[in-house]
RNA sequence: GCCCCGUUCGUCUAGCCCGGUUAGGACACCUCUCUUUCAAGGAGGAAACAGGGGUUCAAAUCCCCUACGGGGUACCA
């Protein structure tokens, strides 16, 4: 089992893209087939520098890696189209030989021309096919010594002949069989005319050269299948499976996912940041966003496909494991960010926070929160982790308590503040516990509470705010236990200092 | 326009192939519960077979039509 994901360098990869790699990869290392990562950069207008650095390190982020690659070479070498333009070349050549395609010396200009004729005839969107071609400077219209003559002298490029009056069948693993009639098809150009094969030639060709058996692409490839099954049947060569993904469409349902959106949408469509090199534009990626690669992979996998049981949450290898195209449905996919997030938070509660330390570093050192060591950092991870979807979330959690409060405190943390608590906060300081753990800082608070003749649920809300300036968070034990005694001593001899003096005047 | 693909709770979907289910799960939402609080957790609730015809004792499931949505229609992929 051969599997490919072909990306065209245009720019980076959406979210899209990243689902139809990860399903190759996974049907591939479910059965222990190859995966091959081919760059369709066949057309030289649309190339953008960075683009293929991009696709390789987004799918790598995702944890999506290849058997063959421009990257990492490979017995199928180059795996770049544009390193093997002339292969394609000959092939056509062969087309037109066998009388499969034919050589067109047609100009932009004249192109267009020949539409609006027909246009103004009453056809709406006239192709070049059976009926068009005769009108137009091909091999199939010109004398041949003037096409050898305009073969030397000019440009040109190499068309497909559709076959007429044919029905064009095949059956795609995930829709059944699907037809087409070869009149509703136009002679598709093959070689274009700065010697570049299209998208349709180059796939064909590659798809054959590497041994793919299988192509699993996006829906929107659906309507030129039909060419790609005659080219195979033109060059006598055995056809791969297909089956054709459905699209992932816009949160509103209106339209497929694009590259366009960009951060229009309130969430990124993109796995890393992308700074686009000729506007300097930079969208958003959900690295960046503090989003845990396998939970990315984990939701944009459940995005048409649906596991055989109830389980949602996956490790990168039970989604090996459980993946299969059968279970893959035809209708396309609405992205749902808040299912994404959910997703995410539960991959980041099962992350153990000395795993999580070097991941949150960059959104730790973005708040520039003072400095710690790691043992302390891993038990603030561990009690923000549970209140937090993204990395940034679990750093905001910290500043929250990790922070001292500012001084003096705001009205509406005065507001709440219970006076007893604060006028008897200097005795009670002297009875911190000298074991500075949760649980007895828990005996302690509910002594106190108990001194007062309150319940604890008064008690502590006042003890959060003069602490941490906040009304609600993790557990105030456990902040206490991991701010440690000289801290918390501070934060309450500083409060006392600012508010309790003024309270006695 | 034409061609192709699709249509189950707001969203992702199970069920459809092999007709008989109180049409299941998850996110979001609401209620209750736990908790010092906010989350998380637990319990519960509201919420869907696009419409119309067939076939059948029986249709979400099979067939046809309509509507709607999407994709394609380049010397782009």
Same mark, same amino acid.
């Given at each position: ?24 990869? &996974? ?26 650095? @991009? ?84 091999? =199939? ?29 095949? @059956? ?7 037809? *087409? ?10 070689? $274009? ?73 309130? *969430? ?17 990626? @959900?690295?960046? $966003? ?86 302390? $950092? ?23 308590? @990790? =922070?001292?409060?500012? &001084? ?8 709440? =503040? ?88």
């Amino acid at each position: 089992m051969v599997l490919r994901f072909a990306p065209s360098p245009t720019g980076p990869l959406h979210i899209g893209g990243v689902r139809t790699a990860l399903y190759n990869y &996974l049907l591939a290392r479910k059965h222990g087939g190859r995966f091959i990562l081919r760059i369709e950069d066949t057309d030289q207008t649309r190339y953008v520098p960075g683009a293929e650095a @991009y696709i390789i390190e987004a799918l790598a982020w995702c944890g999506i890696t290849f058997d063959e690659g421009p990257h990492v070479g490979g017995p199928a070498a180059p795996y770049r189209q544009s390193e093997r333009k002339n292969i394609y070349a000959q092939y056509a050549h062969e087309l037109v030989e066998r009388g499969w395609a034919y050589y067109a010396f047609d100009t932009e200009e004249e192109l267009e021309e020949m539409r609006r004729r027909f246009e103004a005839a009453g056809m709406v969107a006239p192709q070049y096919n059976a009926i068009t071609r005769s009108y137009m400077k091909n091999s =199939l219209t010109l004398p041949p010594e003037e096409v050898r003559e305009r073969l030397q002298s000019q440009p040109y490029v190499i068309r497909f002949l559709i076959p007429r009056h044919r029905e064009v069948r095949f @059956y795609d693993k995930i829709r059944g069989w699907v037809s *087409f009639h070869s009149k509703e098809l136009d002679d598709k150009v093959l070689l $274009k005319s700065d010697g570049m094969p299209t998208y349709h030639l180059a796939n064909v060709v590659d798809d054959h050269l590497m041994q793919v058996t299988h192509v699993i692409r996006g829906e929107e490839w659906l309507p030129s299948t039909p060419l790609h099954v005659l080219l195979y049947e033109a060059f006598g060569w055995e056809m791969p499976e297909f089956a054709h993904l459905p699209l992932l469409l816009r949160p509103d349902g209106g339209g497929k996912l694009s590259k366009r959106d960009g951060d229009q949408l309130g *969430f990124p469509v993109f796995p890393l940041q992308w700074k686009d090199p000729f506007t300097g534009e930079v969208a958003s990626g @959900y690295r960046e $966003k503090g989003f845990l690669p396998e939970g990315v992979a984990n939701y944009v996998a459940l995005l048409g496909w649906h596991p055989s049981g109830d389980k949602e949450i996956f490790t990168m290898d039970e989604l090996i494991q459980e993946f299969s195209l059968e279970r893959v449905s035809k209708a396309g996919a609405r992205f749902d960010y808040e299912k994404a997030r959910w997703v995410n938070q539960q991959h980041l509660r099962h992350k153990e926070p000395r795993v999580l330390l070097p991941l949150i570093e960059p959104f730790w050192r973005d708040r520039s929160l003072p400095p710690a060591d790691d043992l302390t $950092k891993e038990k603030m991870v561990q009690l923000a982790r549970e209140r937090a979807a993204t990395l940034p979330e679990v750093v905001e959690v910290i500043v929250s308590f @990790y =922070l001292r409060p500012a &001084l003096p405190l705001h009205d509406k943390g005065i507001e709440k =503040l219970q006076p007893p608590v604060v006028e008897n906060l200097p005795a009670w300081i002297e009875q911190l516990p000298s074991a500075w753990e949760k649980s007895a800082l828990e005996q302690w608070a509910k002594s106190f509470a108990k001194a007062l003749g309150m319940g604890i649920g008064k008690v502590l809300p006042s003890l959060r705010l003069i602490l941490t300036g906040q009304e609600a968070g993790p557990s105030l034990y456990e902040i206490m236990e991991v701010l440690g005694q000289q801290e918390v001593n501070a934060r309450l001899e500083g409060f006392l200092a600012v508010h309790g003096v003024r309270k006695r005047v």
